[in-house]
C-alpha cells in the first residue's frame, strides 16, 4: 500500500516538475522582455549586471506612453480590431451553419475549397487586393475591416461547420414548428447554443487582426496606423538608435491586452477547444 501510494506521489510529482518545465519555457519570453523594460541603455548592454535590473527604471513605461502618443494608436488598433472580429466572426459562423445544415450536391465541393484556400499563401493575393482597395478609395479608412471580414475566414469556417453539426436538427425542427424562419433559428438557437465556439472564433480574429503588419502598413497613414506599425521604430534616440527599454515597455503594453482578453474568457475558450470537434 506504501509502495502504491509512494508511487502515484512520485508520479504526481514528476508531472508536476514537467508541467512548470513547460510554463517557463513559455513565459521565459515574457519575463526577459519585462526585465529589459526596467533597465537603463547602458545597464542592457553591460552584461556584468546579470539579468535582473540595478535599479529599475519604471519611467520606461511613462515614456512609452507619452513620446509617440501610444493612447491613439492603441484606439486605431482596437477599431480595427473589433471591425473585423465583429464582421469576420458573424459573416464565418453564416457560411458554417449553411455548410453544416444546407445539404445540396455541390456542399462538399464548395466546402474542399473553402479549406484549399487555407494553402495560398496570403503574400500572393495582397497586390491584386491592394489595386482593388484602391480603385475602392477605401485606403486610410479603418471601416475596410469591417468591409474586409465579411468574406469570412476558411479555419473560422470549419470551426463554425464543426461546432454546428453538434447539435441536433430536432431543435430546428421544433422552432420551424412553431413558425421560426431560418433567421430566427439561426440567431435566437443556433448562434447561443455554441456561444464557447464564437468566442474562439471572436478570439483569433482579435488576434489576427492585433498582430497584423501588412495591411496597416499598407493601407493606412502615419496618424491612422496600428501599433503594430508605429512600434517598429518609434523609440528612437537623436542618433536613431533603437531604446530597448521603452521599446519593450511599449511591446508588453501591446501583449497586454490579448492576454488580459484571453482570461477573461478563457473558460469559453476552454469549453470550445473540448466540445468543438466531437461531430465532423
Known sequence: ????????????????????????????PIISMFLVSLKSEAEIFDY?????????????????????????????????SVFYTISCTFSSAMAGYAFARFQIRETN?????????IMIPYIITIIPFYLLIRNLALTDNHFLWLIYGISGAPFM??????FFLTIPASFEESARIDGAN???IFFRIMLP?????????????????WQDYIMPVLFLTAKTTTLAVKLNGAYVDVQQNI??????????YYIAVPVILFFIFKRQIMEGMLTGGLKG
Open 182 to 184: 431560418r433567421w430566427q
Open 1 to 28: 500500500m506504501m509502495n502504491a501510494r509512494l508511487k502515484r506521489r512520485l508520479v504526481f510529482s514528476i508531472k508536476y516538475m514537467i508541467i512548470l518545465f513547460m510554463l517557463l519555457v513559455f513565459f521565459l
Open 157 to 162: 469556417i470549419y470551426l463554425f461547420r464543426q
Open 109 to 117: 465541393l464548395f466546402f474542399t475549397i473553402v479549406l484549399s484556400s
Open 48 to 80: 556584468s549586471t546579470g539579468i535582473w535590473p540595478q535599479n529599475p527604471k519604471w519611467s520606461n513605461y511613462v515614456f512609452a506612453l507619452t513620446s509617440i502618443n501610444y493612447l491613439r494608436y492603441l484606439y486605431n488598433t482596437v477599431i480595427v
Open 243 to 252: 531604446l530597448y527599454g521603452p521599446l519593450m515597455a511599449g511591446v508588453f
Open 193 to 209: 447554443l455554441v456561444k464557447s465556439g464564437t468566442v474562439i472564433a471572436a478570439m483569433f480574429a482579435f488576434q489576427w487582426t
